[in-house]
């Protein structure tokens, strides 16, 4: 085990995590919605005494459309902030300012004037894993923090796991497959739980009921898909063309007060094959998405927003949170 850097287990911090904050007024955007301490000294006092790595973001303020972007994207992303403010101390470095900051910058050997660039750090200020500058990819981040977490022998959560095999899906591309079947809900349902598949759409084509797969090719391909599906009476179609999604997508988890909780595309997926399949939903969400999902189960039916669907996450939470 690395030096200063004490294991912590997953079930033991999702006990005493405070609730979601957004991030104040006055907080620049390119830090997006994390909140981020500004003490370097104090970010190594917190990581000695929790025994968390430090997540250390070197950005410019005011930046460049590069960091600006990656606050508002990557740094917004609602289960990437959750999982630094979760599992990390997080603490920004401007990367064009003097006095401390340009302090921290000649500790690190990090330049001036950079895009975002993020490492993670023991209560030493030894690198956890490399050093990670990729500003474009929100997988990068995901990835890296995963990787020290496992480093000093941490369990990492589903939708965690689940985030990064998204993330990295979509940047490396998906591909499109259209199974036509007896009933596209229970249809959906199948293909939701099958490993590769990660995102699924019930609707009509060519007048035939039918479920649109996005999937990662590298995982499976699409006559995999059929062979496993086959036995149930399901069919690749012989184009991707003329979809019309069903008025109720998701149908198993828009049947619950699921419905209004913000997901990624795979998490929806898998949280529909569960309750299809009366499975365990919950396995497939964050404990601030499970916090979420207790709050309207406590209301009276229907006064949340339908999620479903929903493609700006970091929006979708803010009205979720109400």
């Not at 990581?47 to 600006?68: D, R």
């Not at 990557?74 to 902030?81: D, E, G, R």
């Not at 184009?239 to 998701?250: I, V």
Request: charge should be neutral.
């Amino acid at each position: 085990m690395l030096a200063g850097f004490s294991a912590f287990s997953e079930k033991k911090d999702a006990t005493v995590l405070a609730p979601t904050q957004e991030a104040p007024a006055s907080q620049p955007e390119e830090l997006g919605k994390v909140q981020w301490s500004r003490d370097l000294d104090a970010g190594f006092e917190q990581s000695k005494a929790s025994g968390k790595p430090m997540l250390i973001l070197f950005q410019e303020v005011p930046g460049c459309s590069n960091c600006t972007r990656y606050g508002n994207n990557t740094l917004s992303h609602p289960l990437i902030v959750e999982a630094i403010e979760s599992f990390f101390v997080p603490v920004c470095i401007y990367n064009n300012k003097g006095g401390k900051d340009a302090g921290a910058l000649r500790r690190f050997d990090e330049p001036a004037w950079n895009n975002p660039v993020v490492r993670i750090v023991n209560s030493e200020g030894k690198d956890v894993v490399l050093r990670m500058s990729n500003f474009n990819s929100s997988a990068q981040l995901v990835n890296g923090m995963r990787r020290a977490l496992e480093a000093g022998g941490s369990v990492i959560p589903a939708w965690m796991e689940l985030l990064e095999e998204e993330l990295s899906a979509r940047e490396a591309g998906l591909k499109t497959a259209t199974f036509s079947m007896y009933c596209f809900w229970s249809g959906e349902g199948t293909f939701g739980n099958i490993p590769g598949v990660v995102e699924t759409e019930a609707g009509f084509q060519n007048g035939k009921e039918v479920v649109r797969v996005q999937y990662n090719p590298s995982k499976i391909t699409e006559k995999e898909l059929e062979s496993l599906t086959k036995p149930k009476g399901i069919a690749a179609c012989a184009k991707n063309e003329g979809f019309r999604l069903d008025r109720e997508p998701k149908y198993y988890l828009a049947q619950t007060d699921y419905r209004f909780v913000p997901m990624t595309s795979l998490q929806a997926s898998r949280v529909n094959s569960a309750l299809g399949q009366r499975g365990d939903a919950d396995a497939f969400l964050s404990p601030r998405q499970l916090d979420l999902l207790k709050k309207f189960q406590k209301q009276s039916r229907g006064r949340g927003k339908n999620m479903i669907g929903r493609q700006d996450l970091a929006k979708a939470w803010e009205e979720a949170q109400g």
